[in-house]
């Protein structure tokens, strides 16, 4: 046991410029990490100071004599102290389709809402306040860091757009560029690589002193790749060193394969890079291995995967090279506390059912809180190679939730914090949220003065795409599915009344 106050503490105060700022949140109990350990520790009563955009010590005194002169003191004594969630896997731009269709499945996403089909109908300006309130959404919820497939790059206005708002809230948006050929508006990847250079030779005075870093998303590895086009890419992946390589990989039916074994043969899996494989739903385990050979994750997003159909038959089987991600938040929820609940309970069935097919009765629980904790946080920070995000110790990144656990009558009687989060909280008790060492939510209200005009310039440009899409015919599915040449198939719908039932239904739209 050790009896420092500093408990993790590997900064000095003397580390601590005076003109820096500090903040001491003072008395709650804080879900720390431990190196050493290499697992989660909760300390009760304890305060966590801050000093500009790091954690400078986790501590078991809620009130440490000495403090870096002019500390502020927030009390949060009562109340749980986490990271912030990592989401490994979205494309901010859709904030503006919400509700429009909550009841689409992947075919019919594609052929109406996907970045092929969205490319000649959003502005830059639709595409700027799309992103930037779906970035201040994300973190109102306790999401502080975010890797977004930003395949909105339609122009290179569009393309600035999204990157401008993702640096402009303050959020830790890995902004990944999209390169992919768009036809209908004759802006192809050759042209798009010229972009982006200009970008990652400006990314000082572009990204300014934000925690937005620049990526790259990618989904032509193979098979039937454009080699020349991924070539090209992986090189630009190494020349600027990006913060990570994204790619969608789904396989099976689904085409779309990307698969570890795909973007090996273009020799950047086992870089410095990290590279992040959403869904993989059809990974094989030869795959999987490459994963843990080299040390790359998946980012499970479990909801879109249920609401869509990839579904994610082995996600369950190597959730050690795993994170959580989100995807397209428009039509399901965009917090990760949600994922979290969903995928443990998803995997306790999963596991409980191979029992049962024995017409066997199961005894432990297949996954635990704390599980489902870490996938949410530390595993993402791991899947961007990042030390220092998704944990609480001295020396990470200030992205930190404060919950109102003393407060809020979901959560009232915990003991146990871990589970007092994931099993019972809702995002309507996140208190404070910090990202970079900054409050960007506080007692339980964005802060930007300038949520008001965002909100209502949203609510415009959502109004002119909602418009449009309206008067957009639905697909039909009279050719095979062409990224496979598979064809389609329809599920049985659910009726849920009885007798002269209304049946499916339509969206309430007006
Ligand atoms: C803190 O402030 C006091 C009084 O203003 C000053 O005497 C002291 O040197 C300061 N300490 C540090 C570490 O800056
Ligand atoms: C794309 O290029 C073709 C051939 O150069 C041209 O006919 C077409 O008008 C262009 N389309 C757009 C949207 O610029
Ligand atoms: C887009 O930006 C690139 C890089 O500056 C430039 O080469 C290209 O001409 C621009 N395209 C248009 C249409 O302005
Ligand atoms: C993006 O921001 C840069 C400054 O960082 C500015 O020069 C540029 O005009 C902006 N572009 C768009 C499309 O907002
Ligand atoms: C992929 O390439 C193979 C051989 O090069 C070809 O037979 C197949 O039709 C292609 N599949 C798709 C979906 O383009
Ligand atoms: C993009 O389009 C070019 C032709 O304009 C083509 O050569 C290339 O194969 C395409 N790349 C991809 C990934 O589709
Ligand atoms: C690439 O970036 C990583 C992470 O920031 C860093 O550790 C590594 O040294 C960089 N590599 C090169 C060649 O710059
Ligand atoms: C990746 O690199 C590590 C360390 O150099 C090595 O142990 C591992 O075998 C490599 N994996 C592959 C698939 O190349
Ligand atoms: C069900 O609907 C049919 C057709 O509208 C009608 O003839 C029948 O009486 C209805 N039955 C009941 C139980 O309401
Ligand atoms: C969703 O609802 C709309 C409107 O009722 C319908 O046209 C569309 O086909 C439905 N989508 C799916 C995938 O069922
Ligand atoms: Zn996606």
């Known amino acids: 046991m050790r009896h420092s106050p500093l408990l993790f503490g590997a900064l000095g105060l003397s580390d601590v410029f005076v003109s820096a700022a500090s903040t001491l949140l003072s008395g709650g109990t804080i879900i720390a990490w431990d190196d050493d350990s290499n697992y989660l520790e909760v300390v009760r009563d304890g305060s966590l100071l801050i000093t500009d955009d790091r954690i400078v010590s986790v501590n078991k005194d809620p009130r440490p004599s000495q403090l870096p002169n002019g500390t502020t003191v927030v009390d949060v004594s009562g109340q749980i102290v986490t990271p912030g969630f990592v989401d490994t896997h979205r494309h901010g731009w859709q904030t503006v389709y919400k509700t429009i269709a909550s009841n ?37 919820t306790g999401v502080t860091t975010l890797l977004d497939h930003a395949s909105h ?31 209908s508006l004759n802006y192809t990847i050759s042209e798009q690589i010229p972009l982006f250079r200009e970008m990652a030779e ?4 572009l990204l300014r002193e934000s925690p937005t870093e620049l990526g790259i998303a990618y989904d032509s590895w193979g098979p039937n790749t454009s080699v020349g086009d991924a070539q090209e890419i992986a090189a630009l992946v190494k020349e600027y060193n990006v913060s990570v390589m994204t790619t969608h990989s789904l396989a099976g039916p689904w085409g779309i394969s990307n698969l570890p074994t795909n973007v090996q043969q273009f020799g950047i899996l086992n870089g410095t890079t990290p590279i992040v494989f959403s869904h993989a739903s059809f990974i094989t385990a030869d795959d999987v291995s490459l994963l843990r050979s080299t040390n790359q994750y998946v980012s499970i997003t479990a909801e879109s995967e249920m ?30 506390l949600t994922q979290a609940r969903l995928w443990l309970q998803s995997t306790r069935l999963h596991y409980y059912e191979q029992v049962l097919d024995n017409w066997k009765v199961p005894t432990y629980s297949p996954m635990t809180v704390n599980q ?60 404070h949220v910090l990202v970079n060492g900054k409050f960007v939510k506080k007692d339980g209200k964005l802060v930007s003065d ?24 639905y697909p039909s599915y009279d050719v095979p599915y062409p990224s496979s040449g598979y064809s389609y198939g329809t599920p049985e719908t659910v009726d849920v009344q009885r007798g002269n039932d209304t049946g499916y239904g339509t969206l309430f739209l007006i």
């Open 153 to 183: 790059t339609w122009s290179n206005d569009t393309s600035y757009a999204g990157l401008n708002a993702s640096v402009d809230s303050g959020a830790r948006v890995f902004w990944s560029f999209a390169f992919h050929n768009i036809t």
């Open 450 to 473: 300038e949520y008001p005009t965002i909100r209502k310039n949203f609510l415009k440009a959502a109004k002119r795409i909602q418009d449009i899409w309206k008067s957009l015919p």
């Open 307 to 336: 609401q869509y159909g990839h579904g994610h038959p082995h996600s369950y089987d190597y959730q050690d090279q795993t994170a959580l991600g989100i995807d397209t938040h428009f039509t399901y929820s965009a917090d990760i």
């Open 104 to 140: 689409v499945s992947l075919a019919e996403y594609f052929n109406r809402y996907g970045e092929f089909f969205a490319a000649d109908k959003f502005t830059a300006e639709d595409v700027y306040i799309s992103q930037l309130a779906g970035l201040y959404e994300a973190m109102n």
């Open 202 to 205: 400006n990314k000082k005075e």
């Open 372 to 431: 489902a904790f870490i996938l949410a946080t530390r595993s993402g920070g791991l899947a961007l190679r990042r030390n220092d995000l998704g944990v609480i110790k001295a020396g990470a990144k200030a992205d930190v939730v404060v919950w109102d656990a003393e407060n809020s009558p979901s959560m009232l009687g915990w003991q146990d914090p871990v589970a007092a989060v994931i099993m019972h909280a809702s995002v309507g008790d996140v208190l």
